[in-house]
Each structure stands twice: as structure tokens, then as C-alpha cells.
């Protein structure tokens, strides 16, 4: 890196995700000179905790961004669609969590295990995406190189802390209710959600799949560069707090055996291989949240075609699937010396 100093600016520093970011930075020992947060004007002037200090708040505004280099957004679509144009104009360069940007042509989309090299043509922003999205790539990369993936069919379970903070305290208020015999209002979720699963994430699209769901379709092409993949998904919100989980088929050109998928992926960067039936050890949310990896078990072969295969992949959908994916793309543009606007 040829800069001397690098300002970093995390806004929406006082969400689920944002207070992860600044976590992250610490526990890699992110190279910044300086970190700040930012927020709305409802929490200016709070703290928030980074390395052995408090660090005041302080409210996004237009002219937030002079003199950072970097700034890591996770608060909202609306705020990254503002904001993240007026970063990049000061010469700040975005990683942006939200889904604002992700399918613009010009806004690479990465997860640095799969396709570093998009951040190559990046014009001031790039896009994190969603957390669905991230952990079945890292797991898929590996075997679309080895076997080429023809068709993905997923299912998701997914935990309330992708919806943010007020969600996490609605599943928490829920069960005590419940348990104290009263009722539950539901609010951020369109229906109960504690002791439920819901079949909805995100709004409903003309063609009857949910906005999350066409995600994860849209997305997973893009990231892997190769539009003649097939993928179709029915995400699932589930009354998890940290960690989603999915049912993954997959139909590859190539045959891969079951024990030869699980030694290619023994070797995937940021993939750890649970699948142990025999011992009844296979990835769970229980384990993964607060985990960097993304973990993969229960691979089997579809006996139901001549090759295909199932996975269950889990991963922490605060850290890998937001906060530590977005800190990585910055340590990666920092190695390829990409920390500037073109
Ligand atoms: P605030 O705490 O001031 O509302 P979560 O996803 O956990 O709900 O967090 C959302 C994050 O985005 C919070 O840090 C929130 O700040 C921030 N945020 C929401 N709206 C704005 C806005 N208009 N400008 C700046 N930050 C915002």
C-alpha cells in the first residue's frame, strides 16, 4: 500500500452488522490510522466499543466523507443509494453490505474467495453481497471449477439477525411472551415468528418468489461470472438468532463423488468439512455463529440423477455473510492497491 494514512469510516456503525464491522477490523488488526462510526441522527453522540475505547458516533451527513479512503456501509438500501455516490465523489472508496448497488453492471460484486478479480474494475463502489449468497459460493466455487454446476436448487433457513437489530429483540420478546401465556404483536416480521418459520423473506415479486429469493438467483450468477448456471430458491426465515443454514442439490456436468467433493473442499479457502454421520457431527448454527468459516456436511450423492449431489452448508451470517466478508474485500483491495476512486 503506498498511502501513509487510511481513514475509515463505518456507517450504520451502531446496527447488528456495523457493530460486527468494527469488530472484525479490530480482531484482524485492520490496518486503519483512524476508524470511525457513523449512524443517523437518533444515535449521534452514543459510543460504541472499538479496542480499548469508546468511540463517539457521529451523524452521516453529505460532507461526511472528506478525507477517509474507506467506508464500509451497512445501514440500509436507502442510506447506501444517498450516501455511497457522495463517498465515492470525495474519493472514499464504498463497501457497501447493502443491496442497493449489487446488480448495477458497473458495481463489482465480490466474495474475495471466489472472484477477487472483479474489484479490478471498481469505480468507487463495491458490493457485499447477500448473506444467503456469500456461503454457498465459497462452498459452490470449488466444485463449478472441478465439475461445472449445470442447476442449484436451494432452500434457506435463515436467522432473524439478517433482518437487524429490532429483529433479534422481536424473536427474544416473542418466546418470553409466549411463555408468560400472552400474545405476541408481530412488527418487523408479517407473522410470529418465535416457535414459527416463515416462507417469506423480503417483499413478493410479480413472478411469486420473494426479492431474497431472486437474490440469491441473480446474484450467484453474477459473482460467478457464468450465466448458464441454473439456480432456483425458497428462502426461509426460522427462529434462529445467529447462523443461516441451507439444503443445497446441486447437478454438475462432471461426475464428483460424494468423498471426492469432501476432499476438494477439505482444500476450499474458508470452507470447513463437517460430516461425520457416524458420529452425528455435521455443521449446525449453534456452532458457526461467531465462526469465520463456512461449514459444509451431510454431502451426499442424488440418487435421484446420475450427478448430483446434496449439501448442508451453515455460516454466521453477521460474520461471513456481511461484517467479515466486507472487511476482506477491503484488506483485498488494500493488497491489490485499489484503495482509491478511478
Ligand atoms: P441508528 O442506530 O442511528 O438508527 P440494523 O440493521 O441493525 O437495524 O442497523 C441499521 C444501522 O443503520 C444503524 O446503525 C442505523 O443507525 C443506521 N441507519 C439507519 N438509517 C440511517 C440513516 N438515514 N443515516 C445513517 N445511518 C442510518
Not at 494514512?5 to 479490530?26: I, P, Q, Y
Amino acid at each position: 500500500m503506498s498511502k501513509k494514512s487510511l481513514r475509515v469510516a463505518v456507517c450504520g456503525a451502531t446496527g447488528a452488522v456495523g457493530r460486527e464491522m468494527l469488530k472484525v477490523l479490530e480482531e484482524r488488526d485492520f490496518p486503519a490510522t483512524e476508524v470511525v462510526p457513523f449512524a443517523s441522527s437518533r444515535s449521534a453522540g452514543s459510543t460504541v466499543p472499538f479496542k480499548d475505547a469508546e468511540l463517539t458516533v457521529r451523524e452521516l451527513k453529505e460532507d461526511s466523507f472528506q478525507g477517509f479512503d474507506l467506508a464500509l456501509f451497512s445501514a440500509g438500501g436507502g442510506t447506501s443509494l444517498k450516501f455511497a455516490p457522495l463517498a465515492a465523489k470525495a474519493g472514499c472508496v464504498v463497501v457497501d453490505n447493502s443491496s442497493a448497488w449489487r446488480m448495477d453492471p458497473e458495481v463489482p460484486l465480490v466474495v474475495p474467495e471466489v472472484n477477487p478479480e472483479h474489484l479490478e474494475r471498481h469505480k468507487g463502489i463495491i458490493a457485499n453481497p447477500n448473506c444467503s449468497t456469500i456461503q454457498m459460493v465459497v462452498t459452490l466455487k470449488p466444485i463449478h471449477d472441478e465439475a461445472k454446476i449445470k442447476r442449484i436448487v436451494v432452500s434457506t433457513y435463515q436467522a432473524v439477525s439478517g433482518t437487524g437489530h429490532k429483529a433479534i429483540m422481536e424473536l427474544e420478546t416473542q418466546v418470553r411472551r409466549l411463555f408468560n401465556g400472552q400474545d405476541v404483536i408481530p412488527d418487523v416480521y408479517p407473522h410470529q415468528i418465535a416457535f414459527n418459520c416463515l416462507p417469506q423473506i423480503d417483499v413478493f415479486l410479480d413472478n411469486g418468489y420473494t426479492k431474497e429469493e431472486m437474490k440469491m438467483v441473480n446474484e450467484t450468477i453474477k459473482i460467478m461470472g457464468d450465466d448458464s448456471i441454473r439456480v432456483t430458491a425458497t428462502t426461509v426465515r426460522v427462529p434462529v438468532f445467529y447462523g443461516h443454514s441451507e439444503a443445497v442439490n446441486i447437478e454438475t456436468e462432471e461426475k464428483l463423488t460424494a468423498e471426492d467433493c469432501r476432499l476438494l473442499l477439505a482444500k476450499a479457502p474458508g470452507v470447513t468439512v463437517v460430516d461425520y454421520p457416524e458420529k452425528k457431527a455435521y455443521p449446525m448454527a449453534v456452532h458457526a455463529a461467531g465462526e469465520d468459516d463456512v461449514f459444509v456436511g451431510r454431502i451426499r450423492e442424488d440418487e435421484s440423477i446420475d450427478k448430483g449431489l446434496n449439501l448442508w452448508i451453515v455460516a454466521d451470517n453477521i460474520r461471513k455473510g456481511a461484517a467479515l466478508n466486507a472487511v476482506q474485500i477491503a484488506e483485498e483491495l488494500l493488497r491489490r492497491d485499489l484503495v482509491r476512486v478511478p
